[in-house]
């Protein structure tokens, strides 16, 4: 209890499902804070980042994970491990689906490992504003976990106020217990790592073929200046020579592209003026090579 004696609330929610399903767009909204990243490109997510949303006397944290698929390399195992942390001493699991399609393999695979969770479940069906045929799909669903408590229809991108409404829902679902973080606090990440993801998410946006899925990303110094600006310095790793040119682009325009798409974002959400300065370096392999990924802050 706090000093005042009022019984407070909270606990852990998992936000699982496979890649490009919306799990980190409802987590943003959620938080009415963007501190995920989303492209239109699957696994974007690749740690499991917390979300805190605290109301009244009631607290919630947010697991957004990595989208479910079969690992390929040694990042991808990294990945399912850490919706296999996250589904570890949860209050709740939230399954994100793709309401537009019907359930696919990875759906199944996913859907068997929840069988063994012992937190209540919760199916989200997102996307019902492109779907055409929304019942039907969340039968299919609902019927691959039947012990699944709720079914809810929304669309985290075109309605906020429905996703409103289920974190109402959430916070009133969470337990007795202590707060894990402050009030004021949005999300566990490092400043650093916040940064390097929203140019990750712009350089996933910017680039083509099979080159996102092969970039990381990490901030090497930031200071603030006398005038008040900003100075973030970040690294942009590739696996090859060739990737790094496709990053910086003819003349340079790729990567300056990536960088003011990533300014724009940073200053939106630090309020300052930020000096961005990018450089593109090459880690041959790094998503295979358990030095580099640990390097990386991937181990």
């Known amino acids: 209890m706090n000093s005042g004696q009022i019984p407070t609330h909270c606990g852990f929610v998992a936000i699982v499902g496979k890649p490009n399903v919306g799990k980190s767009t409802l987590l943003n909204v959620m938080l009415g804070v963007k501190v995920a990243p989303i492209t239109s490109r699957p696994q974007t997510t690749r740690r499991g980042v917390?979300?805190?949303?605290?109301?009244?006397?009631?607290?919630?944290?947010?697991?957004?994970?990595?989208?479910w698929h079969q690992p390929k390399d040694r990042l991808g195992q990294f990945m399912i491990e850490q919706i296999d942390t996250a589904l570890e001493e949860i209050n709740l699991v939230l399954w994100v689906v793709d309401l537009r399609h019907p359930p696919t393999p990875e759906?199944?695979?996913?859907a068997n490992r929840l069988q063994g969770v012992d937190a209540p479940i919760w199916i989200v069906g997102n996307k019902i504003d492109a779907?055409?045929?929304?019942?039907?799909?969340?039968?299919?669903?609902?019927?691959?976990?039947?012990?699944?408590?709720?079914?809810?229809?929304?669309?985290?991108?075109?309605?906020?106020?429905?996703?409103?409404r289920l974190r109402e829902e959430i916070l009133l679902a969470m337990p007795e217990s202590p707060f894990f973080y402050p009030v004021d606090i949005r999300s566990d990440q490092s400043r650093q790592h916040w940064?390097?993801?929203?140019?990750?998410?712009?350089?996933?946006?910017?680039?083509?073929?099979e080159i996102p899925y092969s970039i990381a990303?990490?901030?090497?110094?930031?200071?603030?200046r006398e005038n008040g600006v900003q100075y973030i310095r970040a690294e942009i790793i590739v696996e090859r020579e060739g990737h790094k040119a496709i990053v910086i682009g003819k003349g340079g325009g790729m990567l300056k592209q990536i960088g003011q798409e990533a300014r724009k974002q940073l200053e939106l959400f630090l309020g300052s003026k930020v000096y961005l300065e990018l450089v593109v370096k090459v880690m041959p392999d790094w998503r295979r090579d358990p030095r580099a990924l640990r390097e990386l802050g991937y181990e």
């Open 195 to 209: 940064a390097a993801e929203i140019v990750r998410e712009q350089a996933m946006s910017l680039l083509r073929e």
């Open 131 to 164: 779907a055409k045929y929304p019942e039907q799909a969340m039968q299919a669903y609902a019927a691959l976990l039947p012990n699944a408590q709720r079914h809810i229809r929304l669309s985290a991108l075109k309605d906020p106020k429905a996703v409103y």
């Open 107 to 110: 759906d199944e695979d996913l």
């Open 217 to 224: 990303v990490r901030v090497t110094d930031w200071e603030e």
């Open 50 to 67: 917390r979300g805190i949303y605290t109301e009244g006397n009631r607290q919630v944290v947010f697991v957004d994970t990595p989208g």
